[in-house]
């Protein structure tokens, strides 16, 4: 991110008492498939970026375990939060981000290791020598610690000024050239399974900065240092979207290396109105289209999804808006734009000869649950061990004394506590064999935290993992 800011305080958006709870979006959103399924079907991810306060707001805690796949956490991971004094680590709040996404079967991007903002003084004012050993240490105890948690890292970060030259941070001017070489050599040997990617803003579309970057990497390339992507930022503004970010990502790819849209949001003058909502919807799908146009562009993360939890207007007075949902986590232009061109396309239900009857269903269920002070997380696996289809599906279930639903994703729930049915919603009708479906929902509770003893799927017994 290009800011040491962090995001003002989102405004908490309360839950209605319900008999019936699915996600909180509109009934347009709530008929398409998540961005996160659509993506994967064209063999990418979507994400989204959460710090740990994010996952205290149950609401946008669910929409993005909705939403979202892959979790980059927004400040937890920078140095001043893991390493705020020398030798003193702690990941307390990095742990919690990962925690959170794990409770809804999301991956997680590291962010961010070396990076000349969010690092504490102490490093900055160390000798050369000390410099370079506090980055061998810092980079293997954070890696180490995330070690199979973290599927990629975002190693160095925001290295390059405007005219494509090497920004001349403390970094620069106390390591030389050779820091950024030195940092992947550093992370490949702290995890050699970890995706590692080299991070920056306005490198979206072909200039001079990001021709610099493309000539660092071509040189790793040829000098065998271990680079595996590069991640733009696009923090981009409505109306000036690069016309040729296809072109530059497709000439990074091209040396060898995945690419990643990391950080996307396109802010605009506020108050919006229909004609900016219009364009930023336009602006997004020139985005996805972008990426899905180049075959080594791994997958989008958005730097939030709703616009109260954004970083902008507390960056840039006067804009904002730049998100996929509003400030009341309703869908947006732009949300509609994504899914139509990760290629949703509607469809009509019909009736079929599969249809399940009760008493006729072959499952299995796993639940995994995330349980913090008063509140937990299920997420529920349902796979399908029969033979035959199952067309329409209802998974019922008794909750522990004193838990109650507060939001759910992928099904609707009724009623919010006792014996609940969770039932299909359009998109997510229909199981084939050997098929499984990820549900989930977020509860309140009393003390008890245990999962449900049992459940049925259409009236017949399924088996637990």
């Not at 290791?113 to 004012?125: D, G, I």
């Not at 522990?400 to 507060?406: C, E, S």
Request: charged share 15%; glycine share 8%.
């Amino acid at each position: 991110m290009i800011t040491t800011t962090k995001r003002l305080g989102a405004v908490a958006v309360a839950l209605a008492s319900v008999t019936a709870l699915t996600v909180i979006l509109s009934p347009a959103a709530s008929a398409a498939a998540p961005l996160r399924d659509l993506a994967a079907a064209k063999g990418r991810y979507f994400g989204n970026s959460m710090t740990a306060g994010d996952f205290n707001d149950s609401a946008y805690r669910a929409l993005n375990a909705r939403e979202a796949g892959v979790v980059t956490p927004g400040n937890e991971m920078k140095w001043d939060a893991t390493q705020p004094s020398r030798g003193n680590f702690t990941f307390t709040r990095g742990d919690q981000v990962v925690a959170g996404a794990v409770a809804a079967n999301q991956k997680v991007r590291g962010h961010t290791l070396v990076w000349h903002s969010q690092t504490p003084p102490w490093v900055q004012n160390l000798s050369a020598t000390d410099m370079r050993s506090a980055m061998v240490n810092h980079i293997n105890t954070v890696m180490g610690h995330y070690k199979g948690k973290v599927f990629a890292w975002d190693v160095v970060n925001e290295a390059f000024a405007e005219d494509g030259t090497r920004r001349q941070s403390f970094w620069q001017q106390k390591l030389g050239d050779g820091y950024i070489a030195d940092a992947f050599r550093i992370a490949r040997a702290a995890d050699p399974t970890a995706k590692l990617y080299y991070n920056d803003y306005n490198t979206d579309g072909i200039g001079a900065k990001s021709d610099g970057v493309y000539n660092m990497v071509k040189a790793f390339k040829e000098q065998g240092v271990p680079i595996d992507g590069v991640g733009l930022q696009a923090h981009l503004i409505v109306g000036q979207v690069p016309s040729t970010m296809r072109q530059n990502m497709q000439r990074l790819a091209d040396l060898g290396v995945d690419v990643a849209i990391t950080e996307l949001d396109i802010r605009m003058r506020t108050p919006a109105d229909s004609a900016k909502l219009a364009q930023q919807a336009r602006d997004y799908t020139a985005v996805v289209n972008a990426c899905l146009a180049v075959a080594r562009c791994v997958g989008i993360t958005t730097w939030g999804l709703s616009d109260n939890h954004s970083w902008i207007p507390g960056v840039f007075p006067g804009e904002g808006a730049a998100l996929p949902f509003d400030g009341n986590l309703q869908p947006k232009p732009a949300y509609d734009a994504m899914v139509s061109a990760f290629g949703n396309v509607p469809t009509t239900t019909t009736t079929t000869t599969t249809t399940s009857v009760p008493g006729d269903a072959n499952c299995r269920v796993t639940d995994t649950i995330n349980a913090w002070n008063t509140g937990l997380t299920s997420s529920i696996t349902v796979t399908n061990t029969g033979t035959a289809p199952i067309d329409g599906w209802s998974l019922a279930f008794t909750l522990p004394g004193g838990q109650t639903i507060t939001s759910g994703w992928n099904a609707t729930y009724s009623p919010t506590s006792g014996q609940v049915a969770a039932r299909n919603v359009s998109y997510n009708a229909t199981l084939a064999p050997n098929a499984s479906v990820t549900i989930g929902f977020q509860a309140n509770h009393t003390g008890n935290t245990a999962a449900p003893p049992s459940f049925t799927l259409n009236g017949s017994a399924c088996t637990t993992a």
